[in-house]
Nanobody
Framework: QVQLVESGGGLVQAGGSLRLSCAAS????????MGWFRQAPGKERAFVTA????????YYADSVKGRFTISRDNAKNTVYLQMTSLKPEDTAVYYC??????????????????WGQGTQVTVSS
């Protein structure tokens, strides 16, 4: 069984920065891709970004391109989400996800196998 634990969420003013971390643990771990989703109050969980574990190819939702950066540390089994120029509309619970196989549709949550518990990010104006 694989466990994902997010950290780094909190309160930040508009225009500020925040970095989230997602640590993967388990007796064995192998993931083709990891990603971040977010869910704002009253809305569906939406795709933010994903990264291929091998190769490091990255993909972003249009709403965060140029502001968010995803990266990973293979040795630590950890993926990061660096968020800059934060806006109030970025406020949401952010979830880390992992896919054992490369997702057929990277933005569709049903292709991911493991999920973290989520961490709250609140951006004030």
């Amino acid at each position: 069984q694989v466990q994902l634990v997010e950290s780094g969420g909190g309160l930040v003013q508009a225009g500020g920065s925040l970095r989230l971390s997602c640590a993967a643990s388990g007796r064995t771990f192998s993931s083709a891709a990891m990603g971040w989703f977010r869910q704002a109050p009253g809305k569906e969980r939406a795709f933010v970004t994903a990264i291929r574990w091998s190769g490091g190819n990255t993909y972003y939702a249009d709403s965060v391109k140029g502001r968010f950066t995803i990266s990973r540390d293979n040795a630590k089994n950890t993926v990061y989400l660096q968020m800059t120029s934060l806006k109030p509309e970025d406020t949401a619970v952010y979830y880390c996800a992992a896919a054992q196989r490369w997702p057929y549709n990277r933005s569709d949550r049903k292709f991911y196998d493991y999920w973290g518990q989520g961490t709250q990010v609140t951006v004030s104006s």
